[in-house]
């Protein structure tokens, strides 16, 4: 999906909700909830190879949760879309979502591979 047609179903959603409920733009990398920002220690203490064989060792044997790490803000944030978020797992995305402030949750609506 162009990110004009994702800015117009963003304007459309946003004239559609209240104001604390409205869709907004997020973007960074899937990453894990053990790791966040940064795969270098984990990587270091069981000689992973890849970024992407980290998140995928977190998910699959830690039971860690998929998260947005937005590596120019800082931010981490949980994600609702486990499922949809697996395929692009150490890849940089765009989310389309709603942020739940009380837990650092985007309710995922669309997300694409930033290209």
């Not at 984990?42 to 998260?67: G, P, S, Y």
């Not at 790490?69 to 800082?74: C, I, L, S, V």
């Not at 931010?75 to 940089?92: P, S």
């Amino acid at each position: 999906m162009s990110s004009t047609v994702l800015s117009g179903v963003l304007v459309l959603a946003a004239a559609a909700t209240p104001a604390a409920s409205r869709p907004a733009l997020f973007s960074g990398i899937v990453s894990d909830s053990e790791c966040g920002l940064s795969h270098d220690t984990m990587r270091k203490n069981h000689a992973i190879a890849t970024d992407e064989a980290c998140v995928r060792f977190c998910v699959d044997r830690l039971k860690q949760e998929l998260v947005l790490a937005d590596h120019t803000t800082g931010e981490v944030y949980q994600l609702d879309g486990q499922k949809r978020a697996r395929r692009w797992a150490n890849r940089l995305v765009r989310v389309l979502g709603t942020l739940d402030p009380e837990s650092g949750t985007i309710r995922v609506i669309r997300m694409e591979p930033v290209r």
